[in-house]
């Protein structure tokens, strides 16, 4: 896609100010169209304004780091209002939980922390001695974040907005949009109407930073309805500033820290508590959301800086816990109560990126909007102007507004906000599952309710819109795979290790949640060649079987954008099928069309992914009873796939058979009519060969637990690396060109994809979490990190999937890895610790 020449910007809040900037600073003409009399009249006027290093994933600490970063800058040239006393997360006595989390956060830090300003565990008296405040009888340590606080938002702001005019951005003021429609005008896409103006703006791309209003913006633009899913609500959010508190005037006129006390996360009253002039403002995120369903599409328009009525009873169970954190908090009065609306989706992330619609990017929703607009503008002002994101970083898993379908309804979004917001400070534990919104969740796949009747213990996944079975327990196993709050010791593993040993040794039958995408066109063939990395799969006539392959897609720059296995549907090349991720559908389809826009290619896309169901069985047993339901699998090469009509007898029920398997071991993939899903499942469970070979369900921890060893890759293993680092030069063509083939600059790489084993004691197998940084016991350097891990089927050990560091990492040296306060020895794997099977039965 070619850069934005002309872009209009909706909303002036710190969003729009922000990406406003980027893209004027690279001599993009732009107009920012804020509907009220002045900027900030929405959500960021009353925001409380904190900023941090700290995050709770890596991923989005880069993010925090980047913007305090770029917020520094700005203040020491143009005084944004940025106090920087630093930040402290009070980890209370008793709570083992968190303790454990407090550790791991601490770990993961290493990967993204600004080296100056490391993110430490601190003890009881060193938080003592830094907020001489607080009662620390209830504390049992801290976690310090040295170098953040608090910025005055508006000031921020006007700032960035006033930077942006001068590099030429255009800023109008009571320009409410009324209607966006297509352009008719050569080279713009859209026409967009401004109350009182008699002629609309053209331009070629909209960035939609309304806030609290975008949910309305993206319905306003043709299509959007339907292509832009924005699962996102006003909420009411409410802080109270006291009365000058004595003891806070006496040292910042002391001077201790600086003139200015650190904030405080009080993670067991879940509120922050930052210095505010000589006072405390104090933030609860309380035990009640108030979701806005009466604004579905945000306040009506005349809502310009205006608060909600406050309610302090909501959070007086939060302000009396704050008080016994910080005792002279209840010695004064409050003389200020906030309750502002803010936008949030139900995951509290941010929607940044592009979308279906071409030209149309969102930067909106953004909860945590002061701490992230800044980094987050530099990153999507990297996709538009580059056409993907920046080299070292991919946040598509968190912020891409496209991680969400139209599966996603409004009571879903509802319960899940609720649910994330109420638990904004609550311990979060790997495989925790929590339940929000379960009832409120559509099923696209009929064979859902068959599984349950089998056991089959659900897991959600985000953005598919459905639950898929994680194990599978006998009737009477009290086993909820739902709101678990254990870091080790799963009720569920010994079911899923059993489920995985009986695939390795006879076979397993499982549900696979994949998308489908079908490829047509007189230049399918061409597109193929294009879009993916590998020797395209031949079949020629008179061959009946369908020719597959692994491959990738990468980006102009060789990046790996997504995994495919592709199947050449007939001789002529004009038809293919895609096999993928389900959670990354959207994000795929997205991609190849504007890919195909880009060269100008005659071809044709659809998703099949709710259409299509795929059912997966393997193990050494899996030929023999896949024969025995229908002897015409038999012969079925590795890597080929053959229809067979009226499958098992079924009269009009026809199936797709691949002879791969995720799994690594011998197996089968069935994709059939979703509709026909509890036909054919049946079909197989009562079949003889099933009896015979002892067929088994398993669930995607069982799978997990198969593939890992094989060194098979899930979308986060590729961690958006360049195709010389992620570990798929086996699948690069050596012999034709592909979107991002580097002919001329050799690209030295910086990180190499690669196999550990974790020496992890009893009960811990399943425990190590993705971005968790493996560092050199010499001198503590970040040499390694893991992206996905599980418990090896065949090995028994904790076997972790990553990236070494190529300028530090030397095979040879002691390592460890940091998880949840152990240090447990790592060690590198030269090749994957299984064999795949390619037998043909």
Not at 89 to 95: L, S, T, V
Not at 321 to 333: A, R, S, T, Y
Not at 530 to 546: E, Q, Y
Not at 726 to 746: C, Q, T, W, Y
């Amino acid at each position: 896609m070619a850069p934005p020449k002309n872009v209009v910007v909706v909303g002036g809040g710190v969003a729009g100010a922000t990406i406003s900037r980027v893209l004027a600073a690279k001599g993009v003409q732009v107009t920012l169209l804020e509907k009220a009399g002045q900027l900030c009249s929405g959500a960021t006027w009353h925001a409380a304004g904190l900023v941090t290093r700290f995050a709770g994933s890596p991923k989005l600490k880069k993010i925090h780091v980047r913007s305090l970063e770029l917020m520094t800058e700005l203040h020491d040239k143009h005084n944004v209002g940025l106090h920087t006393p630093g930040s402290i997360r009070i980890i209370e006595k008793g709570n083992e939980g968190r303790l454990r989390e407090a550790h791991q956060h601490v770990a993961m830090a290493k990967l993204f922390d600004d080296p100056m300003y490391p993110t430490t565990m601190i003890s009881r008296d060193e938080v003592a001695a830094l907020h001489p405040l607080l009662d620390t009888s209830d504390v049992e340590c801290g976690v310090y974040t040295p170098y953040d606080g608090d910025v005055d938002p508006t000031s921020l702001t006007n700032t960035v907005a006033r930077l942006a005019r001068e590099d030429g951005a255009k800023v109008r003021y009571n320009a409410e949009v009324t209607k966006i429609e297509a352009s008719n005008t050569p080279g713009m896409r859209f026409a967009v109407h401004v109350k009182g103006d008699d002629q609309p703006i053209e331009c070629d791309t909209i960035v939609n930073a309304a806030g609290l209003w975008s949910r309305g913006v993206s319905d306003m633009v043709p299509g959007g309805k339907e292509k832009l899913s924005h699962p996102a609500f006003v909420i009411e959010h409410q802080y109270a500033i006291t009365d000058v508190v004595p003891q806070v005037r006496a040292l910042a006129e002391s001077g201790h820290n600086g003139g200015r006390l650190p904030v405080l996360r009080d993670l067991k009253g879940s509120s922050y508590i930052r210095q505010e002039g000589h006072g405390f403002l104090i933030g609860p995120y309380e035990n009640q959301c108030i979701v806005r369903t009466d604004m579905p599409r945000g306040p009506p328009s005349d809502f310009i800086m205006e608060l909600f009525p406050d309610e302090l009873s909501r959070i007086e169970e939060n302000l009396m816990l704050g008080m016994e954190l910080v005792p002279c908090l209840g010695e004064v009065g409050f003389k200020t109560v906030v309750n502002g609306p803010t936008i949030w989706t139900g995951d509290s992330l941010a929607r940044v990126g592009r979308t279906q619609i071409p030209g149309w990017y969102d930067f909106n929703s953004l909860t945590y909007g002061i701490a992230q607009s800044l980094g987050l503008s530099e990153y999507l002002g990297h996709i538009m102007l580059e056409g993907e994101q920046p080299k070292d970083f991919d946040a598509s898993s968190n912020f891409d507004p496209l991680r969400y379908g139209p599966w996603l309804s409004d009571s879903y979004t509802v319960d899940k906000i609720t649910e994330t917001y109420t638990h904004n400070n609550a311990v979060v534990y790997n495989f925790e599952n929590r339940s929000g919104g379960r009832e409120n969740m559509t099923h696209p796949y009929p064979l859902h309710d068959t599984l349950a009747k089998h056991g089959a213990k659900f897991g959600a996944y985000g953005g598919a819109g459905c639950e898929v079975p994680m194990v599978f327990v006998p009737e009477d196993a009290d086993i909820d795979f739902h709101d678990q709050k254990k870091f080790h010791e799963f009720n569920w593993a010994p079911y899923a290790e059993a489920e995985a040993e009986h695939a390795l040794k006879k076979a397993g039958f499982a549900y696979s949640s994949f998308s489908k995408i079908r490829v047509t066109g007189k230049d399918a063939k061409s597109f193929m060649g294009l879009v993916t990395t590998g020797a395209l799969p031949v079949t020629k006539a008179p061959d009946t079987d369908m020719a597959c392959r692994l491959t990738y897609a990468t980006t102009p720059k060789g990046r790996v954008q997504t995994e495919f296995t592709i199947c050449r549907m007939n001789h002529e090349g004009d038809d293919w099928y895609l096999v993928g991720g389900r959670d990354y559908v959207r994000q795929d389809m997205a991609w190849l069309l504007q890919q195909a826009d880009d060269a100008k290619m005659d071809v044709q896309m659809k998703d099949l992914t709710d259409d299509v169901c795929v059912l997966h069985v393997c193990g050494p047993n899996s030929g023999m009873i896949m024969a025995g339901v229908d002897e015409r699998v038999k012969g079925l090469p590795f890597m080929r796939a053959r229809t067979i009509e009226n499958f098992g007898g079924l009269e009009g029920v026809n199936a797709d058979i691949f002879r791969v398997s995720f799994t690594g071991e011998m197996g089968y993939e069935l994709h059939f009519p979703s509709e026909k899903g509890p036909e054919i499942h049946d079909l197989i469970w009562n079949s003889q060969g099933a009896k015979d070979g002892e067929l088994r369900h398993i669930g995607s921890q069982a799978i997990d637990s198969l593939r890992v060893e094989k060194g098979f890759k899930f979308r986060g293993d590729l961690d958006f690396a360049h195709y010389k680092e992620a570990g798929i030069m086996p699948f690069v063509s050596k012999k034709r060109d592909f979107l991002g083939k580097d002919h001329e600059n050799a690209v030295k790489p910086e990180r190499l994809s690669a196999m550990f084993t974790v020496d992890t004691p009893k009960g811990w197998e399943w425990s190590v979490v993705h971005d968790t940084p493996i560092t050199r016991v010499s001198d503590g350097a970040v040499v390694a990190y893991t992206t996905t891990s599980s418990r090896g089927a065949i090995t028994g050990k904790t076997v972790a999937i990553g990236y070494t560091l190529c300028d530090k990492f030397n095979p040879d040296d002691e390592m460890v890895i940091e998880t949840f306060g152990y240090k447990w020895p790592v060690h590198f794997e030269p090749k994957p610790l299984g064999e795949v099977n390619r037998d043909v039965y």
